[in-house]
């Protein structure tokens, strides 16, 4: 207990010194902001942007009909999905193998989420992407859109990587919103690479490329920049990965660094503390008590 105190002054010393300055630091509200609302939801997304966050980040699935759906999973999770009747669905039905009309059949907020007690239960639905960019723009927002993608999955629950990289390229390009507020970022380096590759070719948007990194990914810079074949603009690894060191690293590079998902308030003033260029979380209500944005 004798080493918390000091520790503890700090961290408030540090919360109070960035309230006093204004921050470019990046606080991206997670799925919108799971911990409050129904997540990849509008209310969850426009919650964010009362809550004045300024990057809204989301992933996406492709449906049957080539719809670009805003879902973390290509199906419907049984933890906070019911059907057309209000009864818990349990066999998790699949997004890609149904058309959008359908998936609006299926309330993804009203029973809320068991694992955020803060998250207010309310309807909702799976929106489309070029919903999701109507209802925000306005409010002249970046958005970091995840292609929730794996090779092993391609043909079972989403089509191959050039088409699901058009599908989304074709939504943004609709919408008229400027690609420097865009990035796209995959656990797949594939997506990345064929994005890499479509913008030096000007058929895809200019987005930032991020790359994400799975906690159990070899931490090595120089093994993650090879098996990616080129840099990346941000790397974005989970939050207990980051280090100073590797942080130096990436911005001697020119590269951002935005970890995931970092949600208790002591972490967030840590990846601030360290050099961190934003963070991605469920709370940004959080972030924003501490003055990180």
């Known amino acids: 207990m004798k080493y918390r105190l000091p520790v503890l002054f700090l961290l408030i010393f540090f919360s109070m010194a960035v309230h006093a300055q204004p921050s470019s630091f990046d606080v991206q509200g997670h799925r919108g902001c799971r911990g409050l609302r129904p997540e990849n939801t509008l209310p969850a997304f426009q919650h964010a942007l009362v809550l004045g966050v300024k990057t809204l980040e989301l992933d996406v699935v492709i449906s049957q009909d080539g719809q670009v759906v805003v879902s973390h999973e290509p199906y419907f999770h049984p933890d906070i999905s019911s059907d057309a009747e209000g009864n818990p669905v349990l066999h998790k039905p699949s997004t890609y193998h149904m058309p959008y009309a359908d998936i ?66 074709k939504v943004w390009e609709a919408s008229g919103i400027p690609s420097t507020q865009l990035t796209i970022q995959s656990f797949d380096a594939a997506i990345l690479q064929y994005w890499h590759q479509g913008r030096q070719l000007g058929t895809l948007p200019q987005a930032k490329l991020a790359w994400l990194i799975e906690p159990n990914e070899n931490n090595d810079l120089t093994h993650q920049w090879a098996l990616l074949g080129f840099m990346p603009d941000i790397w974005s690894p989970f939050y207990a990965q980051v280090t100073e060191e590797r942080i130096q690293k990436c911005h001697q590079l020119g590269i951002r660094v935005i970890p995931w998902t970092v949600n208790e308030r002591d972490d967030m003033l840590k990846m601030r503390a360290l050099g961190c260029d934003g963070l991605i979380t469920d709370y940004p209500d959080r972030a924003k008590e501490l003055g990180l944005f």
């Open 104 to 169: 609006l059949n299926f309330d993804v907020g009203k029973r809320g989420n068991p694992r955020f007690p803060e998250q207010v239960p309310m309807p909702a639905i799976k929106p489309l992407l070029q919903d999701v960019l109507t209802h925000t723009q306005a409010a002249n927002v970046s958005y970091n859109i995840e292609l929730k993608s794996s090779q092993a999955e391609v043909g079972k629950s989403q089509p191959d990587v050039a088409t699901f990289c058009r599908l989304v390229a």
